[in-house]
């Protein structure tokens, strides 16, 4: 049974970049919420996907972008990149957001993403 | 929104001994409160969670108590042993999960 995925492991960027990346739930799993963890932090909330809509977002801007695919992967998008996106990104997935009791339902996570602007 | 805070933010205690970690949320909404182990350079596991109709779950060595009156959740964890050092954060859900700042653990043989 695969667990959480996240490609790449790691990327290095120059502000003003654009970066995609990619995360694939755990088998069963159709909710995707992706995190910003800056070092020595929690987990801040970016956004969470279902049925390939943005359904709950966190305090981030614009430039953070999402999507969903029919397959429940996810893609997490930043536009313009500063120096304070650097941090890991990770991914985590749960069941049942549509059932009215996703908010409930354990969130798993992947290994994430270290994403470092120079 | 919701706003979690966790205390300490640092715990050293000797193997054998336990150790308690405190929450508070903000948010009456909130109705789901997990709590994570995060090793260095790993992701952050599910250790237990607690749901609002529930005030006590245990799972062996690991407690969490939960008081929606005062909205506050705590963290126990007994017997600790060195491979229990690690960060743990708290987090509660009620539309979007949010941590807590995390707890530094340091279990000494």
């Known amino acids: 049974d695969a667990g959480v995925t996240q490609s790449p492991t790691h990327l290095i960027k120059t502000r003003g970049q654009q970066v995609t990346l990619r995360c694939s739930p755990k088998?069963?799993?159709?909710?995707v919420s992706w995190y910003q963890q800056a070092l020595g932090q929690g987990p801040q909330f970016i956004f969470q996907y279902y049925e390939e809509e943005e359904r709950q977002r966190g305090n981030f801007p614009d430039r953070f972008s999402g999507h969903q695919f029919p397959n429940y992967s996810s893609e997490l998008n930043v536009n313009a990149l500063l120096l304070g996106d650097s941090a890991l990104y990770l991914c985590?997935?749960?069941?049942?957001?549509?059932?009215?009791?996703?908010?409930?339902?354990?969130?798993?996570f992947g290994d994430g993403t270290r994403l470092s602007i120079l | 929104g919701e706003n979690v805070e966790q205390h300490p933010s640092t715990l050293s205690v000797q193997e054998g001994d336990s150790a308690v970690i405190k929450c508070t949320y903000s948010?009456?909404?909130?109705?789901?409160f997990p709590w994570y182990k995060q090793e260095l350079g790993k992701r952050p596991q599910l250790i237990i969670d607690?749901?609002?109709?529930?005030g006590e779950k245990k799972d062996q060595r690991i407690a969490v108590t939960l008081n929606k009156t005062a909205k506050h959740f705590s963290l126990h964890i007994t017997e600790t042993q060195p491979e229990d050092s690690a960060v743990y954060f708290c987090a509660a859900n009620g539309g979007k999960l949010q941590f807590g700042a995390g707890t530094q653990v340091v279990v000494t043989p």
């Open positions: 985590a997935s749960s069941y049942g957001l549509g059932t009215g009791v996703g908010t409930n339902q354990p969130q798993h």
């Open positions: 088998s069963g799993h159709d909710t």
């Open positions: 948010d009456s909404a909130s109705n789901y």
């Open positions: 607690i749901r609002s109709n529930v």
